[in-house]
């Protein structure tokens, strides 16, 4: 059964950075997908960023694009979320999730943050002005 972990969250002002990780245990991860979503208080869950198996496909919010940068090391099993000059707006429960998907419908997956089948508990990014 497939375990995935989200640390590194925190509270930080606006301006400052923090690196969220994901460790994945018993899944094959290089076969994954993962994303980072997050959910702000009273908000829907919405996507963040979001790789394909391998990298290579990269997709960004519009919220977080040329702030964020997606990553992961596949021989460590994890996937990180470096978050630059964050902003009060940043403020939520930071998810990662994985699945296995083509390409072709990862962007829709991650936009909506629907089709990811193993998701962690969260970690908590607070952000002040």
């Known amino acids: 059964q497939g375990q995935v972990v989200e640390s590194g969250g925190g509270v930080v002002r606006a301006g400052e950075s923090l690196r969220l990780s994901c460790t994945v245990s018993?899944?094959?991860?290089?076969?994954?997908?993962m994303g980072w979503f997050r959910q702000a208080p009273g908000k829907e869950r919405e996507g963040v960023s979001c790789t394909r198996r391998g990298g290579g496909f990269l997709w960004y919010s519009a919220s977080v694009q040329g702030r964020f940068i997606i990553s992961r090391d596949d021989d460590k099993n994890t996937l990180y979320l470096q978050m630059n000059n964050l902003e009060p707006d940043d403020t939520a429960i930071y998810y990662c999730?994985?699945?296995?998907?083509?390409?072709?419908?990862?962007?829709?997956?991650?936009?909506?943050?629907?089709?990811?089948?193993?998701w962690g508990r969260g970690t908590l990014v607070t952000v002040s002005s």
């Open positions: 018993g899944l094959t991860f290089d076969n994954y997908a």
């Open positions: 999730a994985a699945d296995r998907m083509s390409p072709e419908v990862l962007e829709h997956r991650c936009r909506t943050a629907t089709g990811f089948g193993y």
